[in-house]
Structure formats: C-alpha cells, structure tokens
C-alpha cells in the first residue's frame, strides 16, 4: 500500500496517516541494553507468527546500505533503524501498510501507515497486529505508567499518530512557526517528513501527539483529527487570498517548475522535492492541469535516491548519473500517465 494519497482533491492538505504503538516484552532488557543473542531471540520468537499470518520478514543485518535507505524512503523504517549494527528485522505486510520493526528503540514498533486521512484505520489495524502478538507476549505494562517503554515521553498507551500534512500557503506566508507553538499547547508537535529530528521537505510536515501518557487512545486520536482539519482549513483560506501580483508570481514559478520537471535533462533529489512543492501546489491551485496527484505520488517515492538506484538495471556510478536517471523517470511516468 502507498503510503502517499492518490485519492484526489478531497482533502489535498493530508498526504497519510501513521499510528505507530511501542510495546517491550518482560524478561527481557531494553534494547540499548540488549546483546546480540537476546536480539536474535526476540526476532525469531516476533517473526514465527507474524510469518504465518502473512508477514514478510526482512532481516536488516544482511540487507545493503542502499536497499535498507529504500525502506527509509518508503517509510516502513526510521532512519535510525536502517543504520543499526545490532540485529534488527522488519516484517511488512505491504497490502495493509502494516510494518513491524523489531528491536528498533523498543522491542517492537508496530505502525500502520496509510494514504490519506484515516486516522481509526491506522489504529484498527496496528491494534489488530498487537492484539495478535499479545495473544503470545507478556508486554511489559505497569497499572500506573502504562506501557513500559525504553524513552519516558513513550510511557502510557505507547502511541504514536502522526498526519503527513502539505502546506505550502501556511509555510510561504511564515506562519509555521506559530503553527507549532500552538500545537504544542495542545499536546501536539509539528515534525519534518522522516519523523522527530528531520527538517521540513517540499512544504511537507507530519503533525503528532507529544502527549501518551495520561490520556487514552482514542482521546489523542480526536485530538490530532480535530487539530488536521483546522490546519487543513487555514491552509486553504491562505491559499485563497493568494491574489493580484503575488498570484502571478506564484504562478509564474510554478509554471517554470513544470516545465523544468518535464524537460530537464538532470535534476538532484533535492531539486525534484521543490518542483514537487511547486507543481503539486499548483494542481491544487488549478495552475497545473496535465500532471495529476497521483503522478506525483509516484515521483515522490520512485525518485528517492536509494528506491531510484534499486529500480536501475545499470547502477548509477556517480551522483550525476543518478540526476540523469531521476530526470528520464519523471519523464516516463509523465508521458506514460498523460
């Protein structure tokens, strides 16, 4: 399943949805303290009934530097757990968006992630994974703090949920900033594409709770909803008074990113996530009317520099092979969804 939405204008604000529950098993320490064999222990025992129930196990110490970046890319890993040493696995079951990283921070981190906003989706499924492996699984759980996690900001219900946001309008007319200081009155945080220490890529932020313990489930799930649709409100009232000289400027660059997007013999990674910023604030605008979302979508995870050196027959030997690559798969999939 795409994590990116391809579902058209019906709410062009939200890309996905993420709910990401943290869970460790009793008897054994966290995973910054675990050696080697306990690591390998706890893979074999999550991976047994994760596999017969449809699980791809991937075991991320014989994967390449490249292919485990692709994962990055995709979002079914963090950065962090693509670079470990210690022994980590993923199991992925890519029909329902369900990824399970295996001694990440924690012992599991199970996540569904899903194309657009579906936040009580996301949540019934990764439960639903839970469940299954708690039918086995003593979690570690206190009756006062919740769940027992390896970082205290995790104690309580061990729950993530996080809404990648597109805003353009809010982040040109410098309001992000006050953006995030009144969602953390709430409890809520704005964070870059890759999660909690990443930067904002392409006007795109992914707004999640601060707050798990305390609070329950469902609670934090209204709350992020609630903030999404008033985000996504004044995201396009900003859009909307977009007018006069400061419109036609707008849609003069966007107009030049098409056309660069279309046309450019080479683009840098770095690039391709502007002119997407661009082109796609175009579509949304009514500026750009013969690239649609879903081509986008497709870019915006095909491009990536490791998913884009994978899909190559011939393996790009330098960086500016690579840009020339990127620029003939923006082409194709231009031409071909035209």
Known sequence: MAWYNTAGQAM????STRVR??????GYPFVSRLDANAANEIIE????PLEASGFRKI??????????TSYVERHYVSPEFATKETPHALLLQEQTGIAVMVCEEDHLRIQCIMPGLNLGEAYKNASRTEKRLDEDFDFAYSDRLGYLT???TNLGTGMRASV????PALTEGGYMSSLANQLSK???TVRGI?????GSLGCMYQISNQVTLGISEEETLKKLGNAVHQISESEQKTRKAINGEALDRLTDRILRSEGILKHAHMISSGEFIKLFSDVRFGISLGIVTDITYEQLGILLIETMPATLTLSSENTPRSEAARDKLRAQKIKSVLIRKS
């Open 12 to 15: 062009d604000t939200v890309i």
């Open 21 to 26: 529950l943290a869970r460790n098993i009793n």
């Open 45 to 48: 025992k999550i991976s047994a």
């Open 59 to 68: 075991n991320f110490s014989d994967l390449s530097n490249v292919m485990a």
């Open 150 to 152: 390896h970082c205290p």
């Open 164 to 167: 990648m946001m597109f805003l």
């Open 186 to 188: 709430i409890g809520l």
């Open 194 to 198: 890759f999660g909690e220490g990443s």
